[in-house]
Every structure is written in structure tokens, then in C-alpha cells.
């Protein structure tokens, strides 16, 4: 699974990165208390993007080109059929390349290789599973990858703000008591860092798509959840 770093929001990051003086400035005898806290929630996925590849082998470059195109429609309009909005799918790339293969030690030319990539987008996790049937069935030769995200993430990491804040709260709290100082205000609070990582699956290369087409509608990939976390620095006078 790879990971992945993601900024949420330039408008929620206006709002949440917080730059501000609680107090004009610290008196000459206070000291500074630098503190970092962290903040966590778990989302549950509301949106699955799925990857498909459409492929088509021919001698002929034209014909490679006309069949594939004549695949990916039956695919969107098998999508279409059972649900899948259409603005919800898109093809992303597609690409015509020579093939070649090892011939007593040589490389003879084998055809021409049309493809194209459609992504589609469902806001039913749930439906991910008969999707991924129905576009094998009318066509999609591999399943590139299936990702559970949230359409939003904006709020979840508000919540993460929120318990970083208490998190960093709670450790300058503690390390005043144990030298036995005071806190006297906060004076900068930073947003350090984001992580968020929505779940990807990436099925086996090379895998049969008959096998893939008859597990898809009986066994679900299960969504799991996603950690979305939040990093502050809060400076604060102690004295």
C-alpha cells in the first residue's frame, strides 16, 4: 500500500493555521515553552475510486485503435447500466505502442497495442464489487488499483486540529507542574503537518480477470479506515 501526504484544503488552511499572539508580547522575565502535540481521527471511507485498463492487441495499428474504442464504450455503457453515474467516469490516458516478442534470439514484431485507462468514481462503497464485474464482463482487461477515500476530509481534520491542540495543552500543563512554573499564555500556535492516507488496494499483476471478475461480486474488498492527523507547535510564557 503506498502512503500518500495530501494537503487538505487552501481555504480550510487560511482558517486553521493558526499564526496569532494571545498577548502583544511576553514580559522580559517570562520564558519561553515550546510544545508539540498530536492529533488523530479515523474517517470511514464514503467514495471508492477504481482504476481499469482496456487493452487491444491487433496487427493493425488502425484496427487496435477502432476495437479498443468500441470496448471502452460497451464499458462506460455497462457502467451507466447498472447505476454508475457518468459523470462519475473518465478515461485518463490512452496510448498506441508497437509489441515485439523473442523469436530464436530475435525481436519480431508481434502487432500494436492499443490502451487507454478509465477511472471511475462511486459514492456507494458498497457497489464497488459489482462495478469491477461488470466492467470485466464487458471488457476491462486489468483492475490497476481500487482506493477508498473520503469526498471531504476537510471536517475530520478539523477534529484532528482540535485534539492536537488539547494534546499540546496537556504536555505544557504537565511539564509546568513538574518545574513547578506557571503558564502565563499562549503566544504562537503553528500548524506543522498534515498526514493522510486514504486505503488502496493494488491487485496481483498479471492475475486472470476471470478470477478477479468472479471474486469481485462475492468477496468485497473490505473498505477499512482512513487516518487523517494533524501536528501544532504551540509556544507559551511560563513564569
Given at each position: 500500500?503506498?502512503?500518500?501526504?495530501?494537503?487538505?484544503?487552501?481555504?480550510?488552511?487560511?482558517?486553521?493555521?493558526?499564526?496569532?499572539?494571545?498577548?502583544?508580547?511576553?514580559a522580559a522575565?517570562?520564558?519561553?515553552?515550546?510544545?508539540?502535540?498530536?492529533?488523530?481521527?479515523?474517517?470511514?471511507?464514503?467514495?471508492?475510486?477504481?482504476?481499469?485498463?482496456?487493452?487491444?492487441k491487433k496487427m493493425d495499428a488502425k484496427a487496435a485503435q477502432e476495437e479498443n474504442n468500441k470496448k471502452l464504450e460497451k464499458v462506460?455503457?455497462?457502467?451507466?447500466?447498472?447505476?454508475?453515474?457518468?459523470?462519475?467516469?473518465?478515461?485518463?490516458?490512452?496510448?498506441l505502442s508497437q509489441e515485439y516478442k523473442a523469436v530464436n534470439y530475435q525481436s519480431v514484431f508481434d502487432g500494436y497495442l492499443a490502451s487507454c485507462t478509465l477511472?471511475?468514481?462511486?459514492?456507494?462503497?458498497?457497489?464497488?464489487?459489482?462495478?469491477?464485474?461488470?466492467?470485466?464482463?464487458?471488457?476491462?482487461?486489468?483492475?490497476?488499483?481500487?482506493?477508498?477515500?473520503v469526498e471531504d476530509p476537510?471536517?475530520?481534520?478539523?477534529?484532528?486540529?482540535?485534539?492536537?491542540?488539547k494534546d499540546a495543552q496537556s504536555k505544557a500543563e504537565a511539564l509546568a507542574s513538574a518545574f513547578g512554573v506557571k503558564i502565563k499564555a499562549v503566544?504562537?500556535?503553528?500548524?506543522?503537518?498534515?498526514?493522510?492516507?486514504?486505503?488502496?488496494?493494488?491487485p496481483t499483476p498479471n492475475a486472470p480477470m476471470e478470477d478477479v471478475a468472479m471474486a469481485a461480486p462475492t468477496m468485497p474488498v473490505e473498505t477499512g479506515d482512513i487516518s487523517i492527523t494533524a501536528t501544532v507547535r504551540v509556544t507559551y510564557s511560563i513564569g
Open positions: 500500500m503506498k502512503w500518500i501526504y495530501r494537503k487538505i484544503s487552501a481555504g480550510l488552511a487560511v482558517v486553521l493555521c493558526l499564526f496569532f499572539f494571545m498577548t502583544p508580547a511576553a522575565s517570562d520564558q519561553l515553552l515550546y510544545v508539540t502535540g498530536k492529533g488523530g481521527v479515523m474517517a470511514t471511507p464514503d467514495i471508492v475510486n477504481i482504476t481499469l485498463i482496456i487493452e487491444t462506460i455503457g455497462s457502467l451507466v447500466a447498472v447505476g454508475i453515474k457518468k459523470e462519475g467516469i473518465t478515461t485518463s490516458a490512452y496510448s477511472n471511475v468514481k462511486l459514492k456507494d462503497t458498497a457497489k464497488a464489487g459489482e462495478a469491477i464485474d461488470t466492467a470485466v464482463a464487458a471488457g476491462a482487461t486489468k483492475v490497476r488499483r481500487i482506493q477508498f477515500d476537510s471536517p475530520y481534520y478539523a477534529q484532528a486540529l482540535i485534539a492536537a491542540g503566544l504562537l500556535v503553528e500548524e506543522q503537518s498534515t498526514y493522510y492516507a486514504p486505503v488502496s488496494y493494488t
